[in-house]
């Protein structure tokens, strides 16, 4: 005892480790206006001084001249056809996440209903809450073309729903019955896709042209849109950005300008939207918005410093940079040289 040394070494058993649960779902769901998402956060702990060699030139990348009172027409323009392009993005993107995890559900509903253990009710019980009925006497004229159906509301603003049905015609040519004319009649399906932001904005611009909207226009649609997807949970689609963006527009027209535009107006500019389908897509905007048209200066002005501040976002540069078609510096010169040079050596290799 006196030349050995005891060591007691208890053991305890580690604890459980805690696993972190994330609501797919949830997330999803939530949606974020740009002026508190785009809103610049300063942050003055990790500041250092630079001299003024060791800076950045940014003579090339600031923003066209602008103010609060009177914003810049086609920068505006431009940084709002940015913002809706990502919103169609991330919407087609969280619709198409939505499908198959719906699809892997019924899946999964479907080996345990064979199994014996839950019935087909309580599978039926978990269909999609987001469906709605259209009231005809509210919402839609007597014969709408929506009224009596039941839609989703990804469904509810599709282009489909609000242009002039197209047909295409075949005829068919018998010379034995000459005094006859046969002919095929097909209805012709609106092709969708996820528009560019060049798309985004030739299809803005042209109705700013044509209707004489002003600059301010651009940011009272944009918070219209955004409202709309916010209370009512409505996506921006492929198929439903151009009744949205139009709709927002003329609304934003009638609430800023003095002489506003027509709905006969915006049919006279794209003819496929009829002035019976703009005056029901108006009632419906207007009826998930809950009527709520009033716009305070600060939020007004939370949008405008915000739409200013993207050009600090990853990849906008280049998207905005592509709406106006303008090449980067010495761009001409690096062509001319790699031309050049691939001239001679084809010419060596001869």
């Known amino acids: 005892m006196g030349g050995e040394c005891m060591l007691a070494v208890s053991i305890s058993p580690s604890p459980p480790l805690k696993k972190v649960h994330f609501d797919v779902d949830v997330e999803s769901e939530l949606f974020q206006p740009t002026h508190t998402v785009c809103t610049p956060k300063l942050r003055t702990n990790g500041l250092k001084y630079r001299a003024p060699d060791a800076r950045v030139d940014v003579s090339e990348t600031l ?5 609060v009172a009177k ?8 940084r ?25 559900s019924q899946v999964s ?4 209903t064979l199994s014996g253990e839950p019935s087909v009710e309580a599978s039926m019980s978990r269909s999609d809450h987001r469906t709605e009925s259209f009231d005809s006497s509210t919402v839609h004229p007597p014969n709408g073309i929506l009224s009596g159906l039941q839609l989703s509301l990804d469904k509810v603003f599709d282009e489909e729903h609000f242009v002039s049905p197209q047909y295409k015609y075949t005829f068919v040519r018998l010379p034995t019955l000459h005094p006859l004319t046969y002919y095929r009649m097909d209805k012709v399906n609106c092709k969708t896709h996820i528009p560019s932001v060049e798309e985004i904005f030739r299809f803005c611009k042209n109705l700013f042209n044509r209707a004489q ?39 934003s027209s009638k609430v800023w300008q003095d002489l506003s535009s027509w ?26 918005i809950q009527w709520d048209l009033y ?15 993207l050009t600090e976002k990853k990849d906008f540069r ?16 690096l062509e001319e040289r790699s031309a050049a040079v691939k001239n001679e050596l084809y010419s060596r290799s001869l």
Request: charged fraction near 20%.
């Open 63 to 67: 923003a066209p001249p602008s103010s």
């Open 295 to 309: 716009i305070s200066g600060s939020v007004y002005a939370k949008y405008y410093f915000a739409l200013r501040s």
């Open 109 to 112: 509903y479907g080996a345990t």
């Open 213 to 251: 909207l002003s600059a301010e226009c651009t940011i009272v649609c944009l918070i219209y849109i955004e409202r709309l997807m916010e209370r009512a949970n409505i996506p921006l689609l492929g198929s439903s950005w151009k009744p949205i963006v139009l709709c927002g527009l003329l609304l």
């Open 263 to 288: 709905n006969v107006e915006i049919s006279n500019i794209y003819p496929q939207f009829p002035l019976h389908c703009i005056n029901r897509l108006e009632r419906l905007f207007l009826h998930y």
């Open 318 to 333: 280049r998207r905005y940079n592509y709406t106006i078609k303008i090449d980067p510096p010495n761009s001409k010169r």
């Open 71 to 78: 914003p810049n027409y086609d920068d505006s323009l431009r």
């Open 80 to 104: 709002v056809s940015v913002v809706l392009y990502q919103h169609i993005r991330r919407c087609e993107k969280r619709l198409r996440e939505t499908a198959h995890l719906a699809t892997s």
